[in-house]
């Protein structure tokens, strides 16, 4: 049986709320898989960035696959030593949008590199910049074949504005994204990947805004990619 944890909880998007979806649609496709759901017990990250806790993480010591949907959290020590062990195994990732920006300690923090690091080096990417709130994003499929994008249209509207990033070169990207009506020079970008790395297998999404929950293809995206992540 799979064992995936789930962290949902951020300021902007309400993950701790669409991700509830994702976990059903988990529930029904792969039958077999325990799903741990967390959301922290403040979901805020402004003004001032508040410390924030999912609680005992020891899930992750024998899960497959950790999902993570949120934006500036500051965890406890001990939580952050079960996520860095985790990751150190080769636990497989699935991160959605704001996870390439997942935390903000302060500089002075022992975790303080997990603020960039979690973006680049797990996930393939850190967090650049977006191309304003009132733009959406022209989904369209990178020319060919992977599990991930079974069943997946050609091309679909997201109303996630694009974010503008860099992925690593190990990273193959599987959707690429337009800006449509972008409030700044824009900037076309992937908006989907995966990474194959010996630390375990990674798909990140900047996709995540609460109405692509709606969208069967991007329900389907992450369908795929939980079946891809646990191998």
């Not at 997946?152 to 994204?177: A, E, K, M, N």
């Not at 194959?196 to 369908?223: K, M, N, W």
Request: net charge negative.
């Amino acid at each position: 049986m799979n064992s995936i944890v789930i962290l949902a909880g951020e300021g902007e998007y309400g993950s701790h709320r669409t991700m509830a979806a994702y976990a059903d649609d988990v529930g029904a496709e792969l039958p077999g898989a325990k799903v741990h759901y967390r959301v922290p017990d403040v979901l805020d990250d402004q003004p001032d960035f508040p410390a924030s806790s999912f609680g005992d993480l020891g899930v992750l010591a024998d899960a497959d696959l950790l999902v993570i949907y949120t934006r500036f959290r500051i965890l406890p020590d001990e939580q952050m030593v079960q996520l860095s062990d985790y990751v150190r195994r080769g636990g497989s990732v699935l991160g959605l949008r704001t996870a390439t920006h997942a935390f903000h300690y302060p500089d002075d923090s022992p975790w303080a590199r997990w603020n960039d690091g979690f973006g680049c080096d797990v996930l393939g990417s850190p967090w650049v910049s977006h191309h304003g709130h009132s733009s959406r994003t022209a989904v369209t499929r990178v020319p060919g074949e992977h599990p991930v994008l079974a069943g997946i249209p050609d091309r679909f509207t997201s109303r996630s504005w694009l974010y503008r990033v860099r992925p690593q070169p190990d990273c193959r990207p599987l959707l690429h994204g337009e800006p449509v009506d972008a409030e700044n020079a824009p900037t076309p970008s992937p908006v989907a990947w995966v990474r194959e790395r010996p630390q375990g297998r990674v798909f990140y999404t900047s996709l995540g805004h609460p109405d692509d929950f709606a969208l069967e293809a991007f329900r389907g995206l992450l369908v795929n990619a939980t079946r891809w992540c646990l191998g």
